[in-house]
């Protein structure tokens, strides 16, 4: 396919980002067949949705298509195949490919005894066959996929309905029109996960032209992050029936607390064509399903009396409670109820300062983990039974909090953030970012967007973070974050910002432009590696240069050293569980010493578990500085964080 077909081709729905594509295009070599076809479908999908979780309700249904798909990959030298012969039109087992049966969600790199599955780049196919039921006729039906890496295109029944780019959050698609009710109905999902230096993360091609070590055309995905880049369809995917007038949005925001009352404001928005017909009923339940304060209208103000305020675990003896938000829409001339939809919420109030951030007028102290979706088998698929036992083990380890390193996490362990009372900085996967352009930007932004909408009614999520490690240290970043956090603050005000840095705080220029500085560093590992002895001395003077410089609170996201389970010297030596232990030991002290200070509000520790990689010489299967293995069993490391995190109160 070549570039001016391509661009012949395009039909932009958003004329921006139509010239954005075709400028991206003509950066591109001829030979990126891979990402060509991804660029023109994609622009096809984009549409706006207020993308509320799939809950069933007296006006809803859902149907799981979550399962055994069908599933191929295109070869390296044949990518563009499947598109070219049709592969959405038919069963693709019917095709000219090989096909396996593959599990939904999940990642599909280690399903396999297959390493050019697990490396693969470039398209995967997924197909399965469902029904929708006959009394979905009438109603207004969407498909829901909560996450694909990172590029998808989807088909109903040989129709393509959505495309998507971005691997980690939610998009949906009305297809009522695309159905056949009471009969067989197919759908093919073309996935991939080629990065380029314009998605986020970035990643690039790189093709080998060296004839005495690689064949002809020989190419390879590189990016600078260090986790494996897992692919798939890695969330549930949900077909969901809703009257054809329908709540499309809700948004709601605590404007104040005191142990009297507790005021908290919303809006609503529907799609359909009969809105003008509905009115607008929001009442508040408590965690016993009793109301206990209501409102009408599109927009208002509930006060709800006596509160029980959302606190985080170690701050209050009542953690994690909820209360529940019922929009119903009504038609008062029919006098008859129409959709239902119920959001689960807390009320609890933000606030910060130079020196600290403040739930519900309290100062917080974090203490947490660094963490990654990531377990043996299913990668980064959604997998509860590992969700439920990370959780038990934040319990266990007495934390109240973590980051979502370096990508937007699930929903469903998002919920269980919200239940459980943990507090949750959410980031999206802007990792090592370079190359600091509109189109970068404009990647960037949509992201946020896009995350922002999915959580912004969280009461776990008290902080955004834009990014993890960027080179802040060039001029032409602060444009980019300036923008950045400017757009953050405008889609919510009620949250602060912040941006994870690891270069020095006098070459940075990105930090001036956020609510809180998060750094990332690793004294005693990467630099001065081994000396124990320097890890407290250079952590006091590094958070404080930090704070000094910018008169803003600091929290320390990572520190931490890798350890093989099992391994021990004494005296201790890096790689041995000992030398992880000392290392947290001088850090601690450091920690205590800044607390006192004034402006330390946190630390988390790198990482919670161990975790895949990419393949490297420097790192035994992943990377080792998880407080637990891979499969969850805790490094002497664990014990000691337990008795820290124990110690210390929030």
């Given at each position: 396919m070549k570039v001016v077909e391509i661009q012949d081709s395009l039909n932009c729905r958003t004329t921006a980002f139509c010239l954005r594509v075709k400028r991206n295009l003509s950066r591109l070599t001829m030979h990126f067949s891979i990402l060509l076809t991804i660029l023109v479908f994609c622009v096809n999908g984009m549409h706006a949705t207020g993308i509320l979780y799939p809950r069933p309700?007296?006006?809803?249904?859902?149907?799981?298509?979550?399962?055994?798909?069908?599933?191929?990959?295109?070869?390296?030298s044949e990518q563009n195949k499947g598109f070219e012969e049709k592969w959405y039109q038919a069963a693709l087992q019917h095709c000219a490919v090989k096909v396996i049966d593959m599990p939904v969600p999940s990642s599909y790199n280690d399903i396999t005894q297959d390493s050019d599955i697990r490396d693969h780049i470039g398209w995967a196919w997924y197909h399965r066959d469902f029904f929708v039921p006959r009394t979905w006729k009438s109603q207004?039906?969407?498909?829901?996929?909560?996450?694909?890496?990172?590029?998808?295109?989807?088909?109903?029944n040989g129709v393509e309905v959505t495309s998507h780019s971005g691997g980690y959050l939610p998009f949906d698609v009305e297809v009522t029109d695309h159905l056949k009710f009471g009969y067989p109905n197919f759908i093919t999902v073309a996935v991939n996960n080629t990065l380029t230096p314009w998605t986020i993360p970035?990643?690039?091609?790189?093709?080998?032209?060296?004839?005495?070590?690689?064949?002809a055309g020989y190419y390879e995905q590189q990016y600078n992050f260090d986790f494996f880049n897992y692919a798939g369809i890695h969330r549930p995917v949900i077909l969901s029936a809703t009257p054809k007038t329908y709540i499309d949005d809700i948004t709601i925001n605590t404007t104040s607390v005191s142990d009297s009352e507790g005021t908290v404001s919303y809006s609503v928005e529907l799609g359909g064509s009969k809105i003008a017909a509905y009115s607008v009923i929001a009442e508040v339940y408590d965690s016993r399903d009793r109301l206990v304060a209501q409102s009408k209208g599109l927009t208002g103000e509930i006060r709800v009396t006596n509160p029980n305020l959302w606190w985080p675990r170690g701050m209050n003896e009542s953690v994690g409670y909820l209360y529940t938000l019922k929009i119903q829409l009504w038609n008062d001339a029919k006098n008859v109820e129409g959709d239902v939809y119920r959001l689960p919420f807390g009320i609890r109030f933000i606030q910060w300062n130079s020196t600290g951030v403040y739930l519900n007028g309290k100062s917080v102290y974090f203490k947490g983990f660094g963490r990654h979706e990531d377990a043996s088998l299913r990668g980064r698929g959604l997998d509860l039974v590992t969700?439920?036992?990370?959780?038990?083990?934040?319990?266990?380890?007495?934390?109240n909090s973590f980051r979502t390193s370096h990508?937007?996490?699930?929903?469903?362990?998002?919920?269980?953030?919200?239940?459980?009372?943990?507090?949750?900085?959410?980031?999206?996967?802007?990792?090592g970012l370079d190359n600091f352009d509109d189109d970068l930007l404009e990647a960037h932004k949509q992201t946020l967007k896009e995350l922002i909408q999915r959580d912004k009614n969280r009461p776990a999520v008290v902080m955004w973070s834009i990014g993890n490690e960027p080179q802040s240290q060039k001029e032409v970043s602060a444009h980019y974050f300036d923008a950045v956090v400017q757009l953050v603050h405008r889609l919510d005000s009620s949250r602060p910002v912040t941006l994870v840095l690891n270069k020095p705080s006098n070459q940075d220029v990105a930090a001036q432009f956020l609510d809180v500085i998060c750094i990332n560093r690793y004294f005693g590992w990467y630099s001065d590696t081994g000396h124990s002895e320097l890890i407290t001395y250079q952590m006091v003077k590094e958070v404080t240069a930090w704070h000094d410089k910018h008169l803003k609170p600091v929290l320390v996201t990572e520190y931490g050293a890798g350890a093989l389970a099992g391994l021990h010297t004494d005296p201790p030596v890096v790689w041995t569980e000992d030398y992880q232990v000392v290392l947290m030991e001088q850090n601690f002290k450091a920690f205590d010493q800044l607390r006192e200070m004034g402006f330390l509000i946190?630390?988390?520790i790198w990482n919670f578990a161990d975790f895949a990689t990419p393949q490297e010489y420097f790192r035994p299967t992943g990377c080792m500085k998880g407080v637990f293995t891979r499969d969850r069993q805790p490094k002497f490391a664990a014990h000691f964080l337990r008795r820290r995190y124990a110690q210390l109160f929030c």
């Open positions: 309700s007296e006006s809803r249904e859902t149907l799981s298509l979550d399962g055994i798909w069908k599933f191929a990959i295109a070869n390296r207004r039906v969407n498909i829901r996929f909560g996450s694909v890496n990172y590029f998808a295109i989807v088909w109903i970035q990643g690039k091609i790189v093709y080998h032209n060296d004839s005495q070590r690689y064949p969700l439920t036992k990370d959780y038990n083990l934040m319990r266990w380890i007495e934390a990508y937007p996490y699930s929903e469903e362990l998002m919920d269980l953030a919200d239940q459980q009372g943990f507090l949750v900085i959410d980031e999206v996967p802007a990792v946190g630390e988390m």
